[in-house]
């Protein structure tokens, strides 16, 4: 897996994820913490052109520096339920193709202090390049669940008693409405489809978030973020 980028890097250093580094020579003085990590943690570093940094890159915008990563550790769901500190707080995503999106999603969840995400292993966005660049290193962090099938996983969440809350732009119910201190799920539908038909019709509850402009609903990532923290605000207020 490659990820490139400051941000990325550095997070995935700091996660003990990165196997070896490629790096522009041009950019080494603003680059220096990137080798500083590396050095300590034995990782290898080599210079490279600013051409072949773009090939690997395939046009991404990778700021002098390309990182290998080691596999991330897999997990069941169950297995993240399991090891939530307090009330399991989770993102299951139904189809998110665009990577930008996702990055953005794991980025949110990482910042929320969420427990982790559920994904289907087809019809989803790759975790490295433009994902990995857009979590900012979140990808390096957030514990994430590959499954099958996402109605299954809905399932096993329940025999976990855990709440599942499918976001819905028809939905009567407001994302604010619903007590998020509990073990909670959020399912969150593909761009511009939404949730698919028996996704939906597998959460226990679905919600929606008001929009009081003129278009109808938000991007999916920004969709993720209003919802976690919006868990986040009511859990702060039990303390």
Same mark, same amino acid.
């Given at each position: %897996?490659?990820?490139?980028?400051? @941000? ?14 490629? %790096? ?62 307090? *009330? ?35 019809? *989803? ?45 028809? *939905? ?38 008001? %929009? ?6 938000? @991007? ?20």
């Amino acid at each position: %897996m490659l990820i490139y980028g400051l @941000n990325p890097v550095l997070e995935a250093l700091r996660a003990g994820r990165v196997i070896a580094i490629r %790096m522009s020579d041009s950019d080494r003085e603003r680059l220096r913490t990137v080798r500083q990590l590396a050095e300590s943690a034995g990782v290898a570093v080599r210079s490279a052109s600013v051409a072949e940094l773009d090939r690997a890159a395939r046009g991404g915008v990778h700021q002098g520096v390309i990182a290998e990563l080691r596999d991330a550790e897999q997990y069941t769901p169950q297995e993240l339920v399991a090891a939530a500190a307090g *009330a399991p707080l989770l993102v299951v995503l139904d189809g998110i193709e665009d990577p930008h999106n996702l990055g953005a999603i794991l980025r949110s969840v990482d910042a929320a202090g969420a427990d982790g995400i559920i994904r289907q292993t087809r019809h *989803a966005a790759r975790l490295d390049g433009a994902a990995a660049k857009a979590s900012a290193g979140a990808v390096a962090h957030v514990k994430i669940a590959e499954v099958v099938n996402i109605s299954r996983a809905i399932g096993e969440l329940k025999d976990a008693r855990v709440w599942t809350v499918g976001l819905a732009e028809d *939905a009567a119910e407001t994302y604010d409405q619903i007590d998020l201190t509990l073990p909670t799920a959020i399912v969150l539908g593909a761009e511009g489809q939404g949730l698919r038909r028996l996704v939906r019709e597998s959460c226990d509850r679905l919600a929606s978030i008001p %929009m009081r402009g003129h278009v109808s609903s938000l @991007n999916v990532s920004v969709a993720a973020a209003v919802v976690l923290f919006e868990a986040v605000r009511q859990r702060t207020q039990l303390r």
